[in-house]
């Protein structure tokens, strides 16, 4: 006889609002009698309507892996097995996802007929460490479906003290807008770490991100301890005779108020026979122009990463952005993606000898200060690494033009030695 449907009030009221719903979906998996995962799905609803009578949560962790790894499987295991037995065990698979989130439907159809042979039926696209969340399996299920998955190409992703699944932006396949070959630089980073990621042995999490432009898609600066975002060192390509049509579709005081006033450093301002003028020395790179002049604006012909360090979501210090440790890397040849691996090596290296356990990057550089870090890693102190624009107006400036000199100098005979 098949197990009856829990009675789920309190779930029911979360199905009763204006947007979709979990449950549904859930529920959807719980009435699917054919399916061998009916019946975990049914315990799953019922503990968790008891999740929600008590406020309190019932799933506690344990060790469950694949052969050769010690990572990549977030166990689950239920404090109501005794009540809830057919989902007394609800581990999740974290799988990694292609470079720029790009999969056929053919590929999706063979991920979700693995699944449902072995687990819930359950698969989120995609966690907030970018992988394919494959939620609810029994450890006995863990070791054969990651076979058929890895059979099919894909290989599990980071989780602990390791090197976390890494994401970049859908990128230069669809965006006009990417600077960089993202799928590449993602690959060779994974490739690279692979060994930090699936045996970890880091003092804590170490997230990678690619972003082709500075929209930053995949939420590098505020999501990954190492940033990899496109950018540009020329100037911005501006097709006057696109402007003029924008200006004459939308108006000057549309132009004036959603482009020219928003540059957030007055680089932009209307000529009289409505064209730009552009100061290449003021533009930051900020990307909003571009965003509103699509077809006017576009970003320059040199173009190469910035890389930042030390974004991370609250822990001991509060959130953080990530600060620039590279203003601009050149990504064009084998020897500048060999640059970046390179220095992302000796980044992590620097972590793993000097970062106190259970520490983010970016609190380890708060901790010894960032001129400790970039000499450890054998980086140039640049002016343009900010981590935070000045508040304060008082400042004294005595000696800047002489130490600004110096910097030009030293900048200058490095360019020229490259
Ligand atoms: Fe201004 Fe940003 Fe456009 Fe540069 S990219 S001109 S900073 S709006």
Redesign the pocket.
Known sequence: MSKEMPATPMLDELESGPWPSFVSGLKRLAAAEDKPYAPMMKDLLGQLERSYETRKGYWKGGTVGVRGYGAGVIPRFSELAGEFPESAEFHTLRIMPPAGMHYTTDILRQLCDIWEKYGSGLVALHGQSGDIMFQGIRTANVQPCFEEFNALGFDLGGAGAGVRTSISCVGAARCEQSCFDEARAMRMIVNSFLDEMHRPSLPYKFKFKFSGCANDCANAIQRSDFAVIGTWRDD?RIDQDEVKTYVAKNGRKWMIDQVIA????R??SLNDDDTLA?DGES????????NAMTKA?KPGDERGVTILLGGKRTLKIGDQMGTVIVPFLRLETDEDYEALLDLARRVVDFFVENALEHERIGESIERIGLVNLLEAVGLELDPNMVSHPRTNSYVRTDGWEEEAAKWRARKGSAEAAD
């Open positions: 911005l928003m540059c957030p450093t680089a932009l552009f533009c930051v790179r900020c990307m909003h122009c571009i604006i």
